[in-house]
């Protein structure tokens, strides 16, 4: 099967700063992907990337098989939702409706117009008067109305209050379930994305710090909690472990199950675990080992 | 994609077609008015025409006094509120993300969007132009100089509403900010203006030259600032022709400087030579010097001819279809340049 | 028909919080044979969760002969489970609290009792997993 989004090598320079390096990454298609970062790891280079809005500095990237955006073909194939969902301000709802449905082959007319009497939005109001949830949706209803493959959302609910996240996630999980559509999804806070990502992909500072299954990420990590001991069977691989005189706390990855008795094992959550990688990855960024050594 | 375009330019494209018909209103009721009263006052005109020219241009100041400036303004302000927000609004908003992402490439997305607008641009400028050109037309015989207008009416105009909308558009596309390209914009379009006025219009087609005797011609004396007498050309070329220049030649061709006039006032019309006393500033010679004056022009004129440069009358048109014709090449060339930078090297 | 809720603090995987709502339901006999579950798209309109943890929650029902889904109908309740029986657990309630106060009288603190609980709850009901 053709993976929905791979990209090997990856790079992308800013003049002097790379945005995004040496990342590899290959997305089953069918899932819904959680892309988790913080700030500026280059979770919209990467979207950017893959929908030819950025052209790679190195490196490859495909959607589908397709190189991005190669033709109208290959643009008809996903659906893109930029950060802070851009309307036109002073179009009006129905106007994005109607210029969906020209720049669009494969439009769903009766799917947009059903979603947006369900969202309860006047086709006749101008979309720089729409709330920010209300826009979120309307742009949603855009992308999904092209009837794409593989739907990319760039920090979708990042802007949005609690309540009209809840209804932009449902929005979106509703569409997953009636139409089959690939979804990758990209937030800074893994809160977001947990209730509805099945594959998990951590990005920090322009490289994939980890990606896999959700459930089979879970069920490989475990927390040990135990007395103090500085080594671990070899195929357990050590994500982030913390030490006292007495004890050591530690969150490991391992395939096997954990069975030496003096560790009391614990299960991680989807959240313990994008932060363990997270601090792994600042630990391991070349400006703070100095300062460690010296700690050691 | 067309039809986004236009639902996209829908607004200001309204609005410049009502403008344009407002004026072309106005025009239209002032202008017919200005035409018979030329046509009773001035075209038959056998005596005392001085006065009649005068009553006739005394109608309509308002308009007379408008329609100029609002000519020599208009292909800025195209290329300023037009062309310039074109990419440049979609850029600094980010609904370039929305538009580049939908089934249409982005090289057909900005073709449509530069064909539509440039288009809906010129069309604008062009009918703009015609009416201020049919309504200063009567203006226009009897002020005699078309040269003088030049830039104001006819082609010429359209040429450089074009150009500046493109140059907008360019300049929207690389800076991604609007008043930045807005003042960029009008920036460099001032200065391609000014240049080609100054220093490639004149030169466009070699100039007529027509040497004169000084008998003929018109020329006077004239001391500036307690500086030494000396004699200023004040020749032009045949009526309705846009002189370049004037100047004293001797019989070898050579071209005389204002020290070497000096000198020869000074050898040959003592009489005149010493500049009056009192204050300082542009004086003539004492009145009561005529003839000594008049013997002074005949030497000169033994000495010296006139040399006239100018463009002919006939000219007018070749000159409108080439200056046309640079700027909507220039125009040409930046929207390539726009298609180069958007397709090519933004992302 | 049943509804589903969801304890994002409880850290069990989302699936199986619905295959245990399931579960508790048949116990308690809120579900019976031919009752209908929840569409996929109903659950996630509600829960905003994703569609394929609910299916793979009814995948596991299913292998577990609990539930038959019928396609183009819906998924349908077959099986059952026992249902717990009120004498078994008054006796295992008595005998609980028997063994609470020997500990409180041995002198262990409340905090010692709920830590020795909790780690024989899990050494004892997770051997067959692990």
Redesign the interface.
Same mark, same amino acid.
């Given at each position: 099967m053709t993976a929905a989004l791979e990209a090997v090598g990856l790079g992308k320079r800013y003049g002097r700063r790379w945005g995004l390096r040496g990342c590899t990454l290959a997305v089953p298609s069918g899932r819904v992907v959680g892309l988790v970062g913080p700030n500026g790891a280059g979770k919209t280079t990467l979207l950017h990337l893959a929908v030819g809005l950025l052209q790679p500095s190195e490196g490859s990237i495909a959607v589908l098989g397709d190189a991005p955006a190669s033709g109208p073909a290959a643009l008809a194939r996903f659906g893109f939702l930029a950060q802070d969902s851009p309307t036109y301000p002073r179009l009006t709802v129905a106007d994005h409706l109607r210029m969906g449905a020209w720049l669009n082959p494969s439009w769903d007319e009766a799917f947009a117009a059903r979603r947006i009497r369900e969202l309860g939005l006047d086709p006749r109001q101008r979309a720089g008067t729409l709330s920010g949830g209300q826009r979120a949706q309307l742009a949603l209803t855009l992308a999904v109305a092209k009837r794409p493959e593989v739907l990319l959302l760039d920090e979708p609910v990042a802007s949005l209050d609690p309540l009209a996240r809840r209804e932009f996630l449902q929005t979106l999980m509703e569409v997953v379930a009636a139409h089959g559509v690939t979804v990758v999804l990209s937030s800074h806070l893994i809160a977001d994305l947990e209730r509805v990502c099945d594959y998990l992909a951590v990005l920090v500072a322009g490289r994939v710090a980890v990606s896999g299954d959700v459930d089979a990420l879970i069920a490989s990590h475990h927390r040990l909690v135990g007395p103090r001991r500085d080594r671990l069977p070899a195929n357990q691989q050590v994500i982030e472990a913390s030490y006292t005189d007495r004890q050591s706390t530690m969150l490991v990855r391992s395939h096997d199950p954990v069975l030496d008795p003096v560790w009391s094992v614990a299960p991680v959550t989807l959240d313990d675990l994008v932060l363990a990688y997270l601090r792994q990855a600042r630990d391991d960024a070349p400006a703070s080992s100095p300062a460690l050594a010296v700690a050691r | 994609m067309i039809r986004l375009a236009w639902l996209q330019s829908r607004t200001r494209t309204l609005l410049g077609a009502a403008a344009v018909a407002a004026l072309a209103a106005a025009a239209a009721v002032t202008g017919i008015r200005l035409s018979s009263l030329y046509d009773r006052l001035v075209a038959d005109c056998r005596t005392n025409c001085g006065l009649a020219t005068a009553r006739f241009l005394s109608h309509d100041q308002f308009l007379q006094n408008a329609l100029n400036p609002l000519i020599q303004a208009l292909p800025a302000l195209l290329g300023m509120f037009w062309g310039a927000p074109l990419l440049a609004r979609e850029l600094e908003t980010g609904t370039y993300r929305l538009a580049w992402t939908q089934s249409v490439s982005r090289s057909r997305w900005l073709l449509t969007k530069l064909g539509v607008n440039g288009l809906a641009a010129v069309l604008l400028a062009g009918l703009v132009t015609l009416t201020v050109t049919w309504w200063y037309r009567a203006s226009d015989l009897v002020a005699t100089d078309q040269y003088a207008v030049f830039d104001r009416r006819d082609l010429a105009p359209v040429g450089y509403a074009l150009f500046a909308f493109a140059v907008g558009a360019l300049l929207g596309a690389v800076l991604r900010r609007t008043l930045p390209a807005m003042a960029a914009t009008l920036g460099l379009y001032v200065v391609a203006r000014v240049a080609t006025t100054l220093w490639v219009r004149p030169h466009l087609l070699p100039p007529v030259r027509t040497v004169t005797s000084l008998l003929h011609a018109q020329f006077g004396f004239v001391a500036e600032n307690g500086s030494p007498v000396t004699m200023v050309a004040t020749g032009s070329g045949p009526p309705g022709a846009w002189t370049l220049s004037s100047s004293f030649v001797t019989a070898s061709g050579h071209v005389a400087g204002s020290a070497e006039l000096a000198g020869f006032v000074h050898r040959h019309c003592a009489a005149i030579a010493t500049p009056p006393s009192g204050p300082p500033g542009n004086a003539l010679p004492p009145a009561n010097a005529a003839a000594e004056f008049d013997a002074c022009r005949r030497h000169a004129a033994q000495t010296f001819h006139l040399l006239v440069t100018y463009q002919p009358a006939s000219r007018y048109w070749t000159f409108q279809w080439i200056e046309t014709g640079i700027f909507a090449a220039l125009g040409l060339l930046a929207a390539a340049g726009c298609y180069w930078w958007v397709t090519r090297r933004t992302g | 028909m049943i509804e589903f809720i &969801?304890d994002?603090s409880s850290?069990v995987?989302?699936?199986q919080q619905l295959v245990q709502q399931v579960h508790q339901a048949l116990r308690l006999g809120l579900l019976e044979p031919g009752d209908r579950l929840p569409t996929?798209?109903q659950v996630?309109?509600? &829960?905003?969760?994703?569609?394929?943890?609910v299916l793979k929650a009814y995948r596991d029902l299913e292998r577990a002969g609990l539930v038959r889904a019928r396609p183009g109908l819906g998924t349908f309740v077959v099986g059952r489970l026992p249902r717990t029986d009120p004498a078994a657990q008054a006796r295992f309630r008595t005998s609980m609290v028997g063994w609470l106060r020997s500990a409180r009288d041995a002198g262990l603190t409340p905090d010692e009792i709920e830590a020795i609980y909790r780690?024989a709850f899990r050494d004892c009901l997770t051997e067959g997993v692990?």
């Amino acid at each position: 099967m053709t993976a929905a989004l791979e990209a090997v090598g990856l790079g992308k320079r800013y003049g002097r700063r790379w945005g995004l390096r040496g990342c590899t990454l290959a997305v089953p298609s069918g899932r819904v992907v959680g892309l988790v970062g913080p700030n500026g790891a280059g979770k919209t280079t990467l979207l950017h990337l893959a929908v030819g809005l950025l052209q790679p500095s190195e490196g490859s990237i495909a959607v589908l098989g397709d190189a991005p955006a190669s033709g109208p073909a290959a643009l008809a194939r996903f659906g893109f939702l930029a950060q802070d969902s851009p309307t036109y301000p002073r179009l009006t709802v129905a106007d994005h409706l109607r210029m969906g449905a020209w720049l669009n082959p494969s439009w769903d007319e009766a799917f947009a117009a059903r979603r947006i009497r369900e969202l309860g939005l006047d086709p006749r109001q101008r979309a720089g008067t729409l709330s920010g949830g209300q826009r979120a949706q309307l742009a949603l209803t855009l992308a999904v109305a092209k009837r794409p493959e593989v739907l990319l959302l760039d920090e979708p609910v990042a802007s949005l209050d609690p309540l009209a996240r809840r209804e932009f996630l449902q929005t979106l999980m509703e569409v997953v379930a009636a139409h089959g559509v690939t979804v990758v999804l990209s937030s800074h806070l893994i809160a977001d994305l947990e209730r509805v990502c099945d594959y998990l992909a951590v990005l920090v500072a322009g490289r994939v710090a980890v990606s896999g299954d959700v459930d089979a990420l879970i069920a490989s990590h475990h927390r040990l909690v135990g007395p103090r001991r500085d080594r671990l069977p070899a195929n357990q691989q050590v994500i982030e472990a913390s030490y006292t005189d007495r004890q050591s706390t530690m969150l490991v990855r391992s395939h096997d199950p954990v069975l030496d008795p003096v560790w009391s094992v614990a299960p991680v959550t989807l959240d313990d675990l994008v932060l363990a990688y997270l601090r792994q990855a600042r630990d391991d960024a070349p400006a703070s080992s100095p300062a460690l050594a010296v700690a050691r | 994609m067309i039809r986004l375009a236009w639902l996209q330019s829908r607004t200001r494209t309204l609005l410049g077609a009502a403008a344009v018909a407002a004026l072309a209103a106005a025009a239209a009721v002032t202008g017919i008015r200005l035409s018979s009263l030329y046509d009773r006052l001035v075209a038959d005109c056998r005596t005392n025409c001085g006065l009649a020219t005068a009553r006739f241009l005394s109608h309509d100041q308002f308009l007379q006094n408008a329609l100029n400036p609002l000519i020599q303004a208009l292909p800025a302000l195209l290329g300023m509120f037009w062309g310039a927000p074109l990419l440049a609004r979609e850029l600094e908003t980010g609904t370039y993300r929305l538009a580049w992402t939908q089934s249409v490439s982005r090289s057909r997305w900005l073709l449509t969007k530069l064909g539509v607008n440039g288009l809906a641009a010129v069309l604008l400028a062009g009918l703009v132009t015609l009416t201020v050109t049919w309504w200063y037309r009567a203006s226009d015989l009897v002020a005699t100089d078309q040269y003088a207008v030049f830039d104001r009416r006819d082609l010429a105009p359209v040429g450089y509403a074009l150009f500046a909308f493109a140059v907008g558009a360019l300049l929207g596309a690389v800076l991604r900010r609007t008043l930045p390209a807005m003042a960029a914009t009008l920036g460099l379009y001032v200065v391609a203006r000014v240049a080609t006025t100054l220093w490639v219009r004149p030169h466009l087609l070699p100039p007529v030259r027509t040497v004169t005797s000084l008998l003929h011609a018109q020329f006077g004396f004239v001391a500036e600032n307690g500086s030494p007498v000396t004699m200023v050309a004040t020749g032009s070329g045949p009526p309705g022709a846009w002189t370049l220049s004037s100047s004293f030649v001797t019989a070898s061709g050579h071209v005389a400087g204002s020290a070497e006039l000096a000198g020869f006032v000074h050898r040959h019309c003592a009489a005149i030579a010493t500049p009056p006393s009192g204050p300082p500033g542009n004086a003539l010679p004492p009145a009561n010097a005529a003839a000594e004056f008049d013997a002074c022009r005949r030497h000169a004129a033994q000495t010296f001819h006139l040399l006239v440069t100018y463009q002919p009358a006939s000219r007018y048109w070749t000159f409108q279809w080439i200056e046309t014709g640079i700027f909507a090449a220039l125009g040409l060339l930046a929207a390539a340049g726009c298609y180069w930078w958007v397709t090519r090297r933004t992302g | 028909m049943i509804e589903f809720i &969801l304890d994002p603090s409880s850290g069990v995987a989302t699936y199986q919080q619905l295959v245990q709502q399931v579960h508790q339901a048949l116990r308690l006999g809120l579900l019976e044979p031919g009752d209908r579950l929840p569409t996929a798209q109903q659950v996630v309109a509600s &829960l905003a969760i994703n569609p394929n943890t609910v299916l793979k929650a009814y995948r596991d029902l299913e292998r577990a002969g609990l539930v038959r889904a019928r396609p183009g109908l819906g998924t349908f309740v077959v099986g059952r489970l026992p249902r717990t029986d009120p004498a078994a657990q008054a006796r295992f309630r008595t005998s609980m609290v028997g063994w609470l106060r020997s500990a409180r009288d041995a002198g262990l603190t409340p905090d010692e009792i709920e830590a020795i609980y909790r780690t024989a709850f899990r050494d004892c009901l997770t051997e067959g997993v692990a």
